[in-house]
């Protein structure tokens, strides 16, 4: 986690400099909370993209056994209102909340995981021996493809010990449209989006997490720890689990 902030700082610094950067970081483990990267270029007024791959724990779309990893991808963008962040894995179900529901002895929800000869399985014990499955089926399965490919790029290699790649494309808007422009029409958005009609059975239209992040900076401002960097989504912190390691970074901007 470490390394991966001085790697998102490196990045901010160079687009600021130069328009555009590109950052690369391998031999490191567990990046954390990727929406903590992304806001925080989002908040020096860049537009980034990180994407992050992992050890193999997902099948691919048909398979039996895993061959991706979890491999979560999120944005950053600016707007008149704050930080706009978007931060999700390509896995139907994180590794974290997968540990954590074995710890609490609780089931898996249905459809998320298979069992060593590829049966569904709602077991987390059995989910672990297993494989999770990619959300959304074959789109799933071809953006976890994607991020593990581009992983290789940022410096991993295809063998078990090395899956771990994180890339990071940082960029100025004004490249393509005044900063300012873009922050107003993306905040004009958001707002185009949140006064569309709700449909039957919604009790409003809202940008899934938005009232978790809200709370969370509620939650900051008054001074308490509201983000863990070892948390994705509900999952815990591992701490007991994690392996700290210097990781290596590479740039180009």
């Known amino acids: 986690m470490?390394?991966?902030?001085?790697a998102t700082r490196a990045a901010i610094e160079k687009a600021a400099a130069r328009g555009l950067a590109i950052v690369g970081v391998t031999n490191s483990w567990m990046s954390g909370r990727s929406a903590y990267y992304v806001e925080m270029i989002a908040k020096a007024d860049l537009a980034g993209i990180h994407t992050a791959s992992s050890a193999r724990s997902v099948a691919?779309?048909?398979g039996s056994r895993p061959a991706l990893g979890t491999n979560p991808i999120a944005f950053g963008l600016p707007s008149s209102r704050g930080p706009?962040?978007?931060?999700m894995g390509t896995s139907a179900?994180?590794?974290t909340d997968l540990a954590f529901r074995?710890?609490?002895?609780?089931?898996?929800?249905e459809g998320?995981?298979?069992?060593?000869?590829?049966?569904p399985t709602?077991?987390?014990?059995?989910?672990?021996?297993?494989?999770?499955?990619?959300?959304?089926?074959?789109?799933?399965f071809g953006l976890a493809f994607i991020v593990q490919a581009l992983g290789v790029l940022a410096g991993s290699a295809l063998d078990p010990d090395k899956d771990d790649g994180y890339l990071f494309v940082v960029f100025k808007p004004d490249l393509l449209l005044n900063l300012d422009d873009f922050k107003r029409q993306v905040s004009e958005l958001i707002d185009r989006i949140k006064a569309t009609r709700v449909s039957r059975g919604s009790a409003k239209s809202a940008f899934p997490g938005s009232e978790r992040f809200t709370a969370a900076r509620g939650r900051s401002a008054k001074g308490s720890r509201s983000i863990a960097l070892?948390?994705?989504?509900?999952?815990p912190c591992m701490l007991d689990r994690q392996r700290w390691r210097y990781g290596r970074l590479s740039t180009v901007a």
């Open 2 to 6: 470490l390394v991966m902030y001085h």
């Open 112 to 119: 998320v995981a298979i069992g060593a000869v590829g049966q």
């Open 84 to 87: 706009v962040v978007f931060d």
């Open 230 to 235: 070892c948390m994705r989504h509900s999952g």
């Open 60 to 62: 691919p779309f048909g």
């Open 102 to 109: 074995e710890r609490l002895g609780q089931l898996l929800p």
């Open 122 to 140: 709602r077991d987390p014990m059995l989910a672990g021996g297993g494989a999770l499955l990619p959300f959304g089926g074959y789109k799933g």
């Open 93 to 95: 179900f994180m590794g």
